[in-house]
């Protein structure tokens, strides 16, 4: 499958988290996610090492029991997540009924999705207790890995959405697929599959001018 046209900002502005316009009745050719994965590699890593691997779900018994412990770990998560302290207004609503109702259409349909890649990070021991230093470290090269899979996969007609619940059941996702938990930690899932449609706008986003800090804070 011949790359969407479009330009390297189109590209940058309109890889949205899909949800609800993933084609669920589309097969996920190999070779598209062979392709991903191969640009994939190509991200930046920190410290000059590649200790990251992807692990590609296809079969429907392996992907049903991942979508059963992302939707455990949205009802009954075994640690609570921190908020993100951010200002929310009363216009910010509109936007969150669309999350609201796109991430339920998700946990519904998730064990439909084609494809689930678990992205995952190899570790010398776990890092839940890790220093800050430790944990930025450990992420700092599979998440830009991931990010340019995504990027890879919007420019073929795919989405993605990046999702983080059933690391709350981490361990045993790990048995589901078969990862050695002690030295191989689980990043994300990220459902794959071809968008229903390939029209996608730019999100609504603060103007730089509220995040950019020069200098100083």
């Not at 890879?152 to 059933?166: E, F, I, K, M, Q």
Request: hydrophobic fraction near 40%.
């Amino acid at each position: 499958m011949a790359p969407l046209a479009m330009t390297t900002d189109e590209l940058l502005t309109t890889t949205r988290a899909v949800r609800k316009r993933l084609d669920l009745s589309r097969p996920v050719e190999r070779e598209l996610v062979e392709e991903c994965l191969a640009l994939a590699v190509q991200a930046p890593t920190g410290r000059n090492r590649q200790r990251w691997d992807f692990v590609v779900v296809t079969d429907p018994a392996r992907r049903a029991a991942l979508a059963d412990l992302y939707r455990l770990g949205l009802v009954r998560p075994r640690q609570q997540v921190a908020g993100t302290g951010l200002d929310r207004t009363a216009e910010d609503w509109p936007g969150r009924l669309r999350m609201a109702e796109s991430a339920r259409h998700l946990f519904d349909h998730l064990h439909e999705v084609p494809v689930l890649v678990v992205p995952c990070v190899r570790v010398e021991g776990r890092h839940e207790t890790a220093s800050h230093v430790g944990q930025a470290n450990a992420w700092g090269s599979i998440v830009p890995a991931t990010w340019q899979f995504m990027l890879a996969a919007r420019s073929r007609g795919l989405g993605t959405a990046w999702t983080t619940p059933h690391l709350h059941y981490e361990r045993e996702a790990a048995e589901v697929l078969g990862i050695p938990y002690e030295t191989v930690m689980q990043a994300a899932l990220i459902p794959l599959a071809h968008t229903i449609g390939t029209d996608f706008r730019p999100g609504p986003r603060v103007g730089t001018d509220r995040i950019a800090h020069w200098d100083t804070w």
